[in-house]
């Protein structure tokens, strides 16, 4: 909502308020009000009030139209069915219980719309709960804070249940199409505590991010697994490509074994790129602390060489040296991630800087691990990737009012990428760095596009 919208609504509210003083209709609420004998919020307060006025108001309005006659008409004897009374029935709202009277007909075949049969919950508690559930609230937080703030009561299992019925959506953001074109995917990695049977294990749910070719960051879906394997990420390439991924110019990862080949069997020209970071995390695990800023130091001509072969020098050079004799497992890391490490010195040092590391995607990584540190242990696979969907919207959602607020203030332009299900961010420097992908790849890139 810009700026305009906001104070459209706030003048529409402001002379909605004035017509009403004007006509009188609030004067002995406003007398009550000083009286002190009005309280606006909790147990019975003014605006339950008003929430059971109006709902049981639409509820004889709906009966009437059923059974054909208004109440206390003198002809309703001559209709086929009648009112029958009511009965109790008590609603959970956002700002509390309300305790209804629903009408009956004596058929026994009136459907109220308004509040559902069967239905304990209106208002839109529903969607407050999944936005709790997505901020991070596990399930018992969330009923302990609505007995706490509202005063409504609602089980655990009521409350699992209703954010499972976001199961179908995810399904479908899991199935949805994707741009048949990524200049550059990245890959990254959450570890979470899944239960398995009797046990709870360490799984790692991956994350993939593609770039379109405006720089945008959209998260393509989540997988789960405890184990890496060829097979596991063949399936999860093959998914990518019947939803509509055609080519894609580099794919950044962190060393994920099979996952390169999974990627030259889907996309043979694609190039995979270690995540240098990770890479420099690796090779440092085993430094002495007192010795790691001389080794990260010793380590920058390797991956800042102008091309491969002064890659290669400077860490031969590393290797000699008192600090590479002392720390050969430094080494080793290096070695071993070679032909998956050099990809990125071809390029110019814009481009580098884009493709070089998932780092891309840790702002997005934080505020997900700020939402999972809060559960031991997840009870399946299917309830990690729910709830990484539902925070992804959350924080989504929350760019997207940052960034209409930007373009409302700072007359912005739209972007062409949706509100939803988007990590929404900008790459850095893209628009130079995609000029140098399509003097790298010209037959790949269109620049019409």
């Known amino acids: 909502m810009d700026k305009q919208e906001r104070e459209d609504r706030r003048r529409a509210q402001r002379e909605g308020v004035e017509a009403l003083e004007a006509s009188g209709a609030l004067d002995e609420l406003y007398a009550q009000i000083d009286a002190g004998q009005v309280e606006f919020d909790g147990k019975d307060g003014l605006i339950q009030q008003l929430i059971k006025a109006g709902l049981e108001r639409g509820l004889r309005t709906e ?26 029935k008590t609603v959970a709202t956002s700002v509390g219980d309300v305790e209804l009277a629903i009408p009956r007909d004596r058929n026994g075949t009136f459907t109220p719309r308004l509040v559902p049969t069967g239905s ?63 200049p550059v995917i990245y890959l990254d990695a959450l570890v ?36 890496e394997g060829a097979k596991f990420w063949a399936g999860v390439c093959a998914q990518l490509a019947n939803r509509g991924i055609a080519d894609v110019l580099i794919v950044c990862c962190d060393g994920l074994t099979g996952f390169p080949e999974a990627i030259e069997a889907t996309w043979p020209q694609s190039m995979v790129q270690t995540c240098v970071v990770h890479l420099i995390r690796a090779s440092m695990r085993f430094v002495a602390y007192g010795k790691r800023k001389a080794v990260a130091a010793a380590l920058k ?18 290797e000699a040296s008192d600090l590479g004799q002392k720390n050969p497992n430094t080494v080793r890391v290096f070695r071993d991630a070679w032909e998956r490490f050099t990809p990125f010195l071809a390029f110019p040092p814009m481009l580098r800087r884009v493709i ?8 997005l990584n934080y505020q997900l691990r700020k939402i999972i540190k809060n559960r031991g242990h997840f009870p399946s696979d299917d309830a990690v990737v729910k709830l990484l969907w539902l925070a992804i919207c959350n924080i989504e959602d ?52």
């Open 356 to 363: 070089y590391t998932t780092n891309a995607i840790e702002s």
């Open 63 to 88: 009966l009437t139209e059923h059974v054909g006659y208004e109440q206390g008409a003198p002809e309703a004897g001559l209709h086929p069915n009648s009112r029958n009374g009511s009965f109790d």
């Open 192 to 227: 979470v505590k899944v239960r398995d049977g009797a046990h709870v294990r360490n799984k790692a749910a991956h994350i993939a991010v593609g770039v379109d070719m405006d720089g945008i960051k959209h998260v393509l879906g989540i997988w789960v697994q405890a184990n």
């Open 398 to 449: 929350k760019r997207a009012r940052e960034r209409a607020k930007e373009q409302g203030l700072k007359g912005g332009s739209k972007r062409r990428a949706g509100s939803r299900l988007v990590e929404g961010q900008m790459t850095t420097n893209w628009n130079q760095a995609l000029a140098q992908l399509a003097l790298a790849y010209p037959d790949r890139i269109n620049p019409y596009l």
């Open 301 to 318: 001509p390797i991956y800042q060489a102008a091309d491969e072969t002064a890659a290669l020098a400077a860490l031969d050079e590393f």
């Open 120 to 182: 304990r919950r209106v208002g839109g508690l529903d969607d407050m709960i999944v936005s709790l559930y997505a901020g991070g609230m596990t399930v018992r937080d969330i009923e302990h804070h609505l007995v706490s703030t509202i005063g409504t009561d609602i089980s655990r299992e009521t409350i699992s249940k209703i954010t499972d019925e976001v199961a179908d959506e995810v399904l479908a953001w899991q199935q949805r199409p994707l741009e048949a074109f990524y």
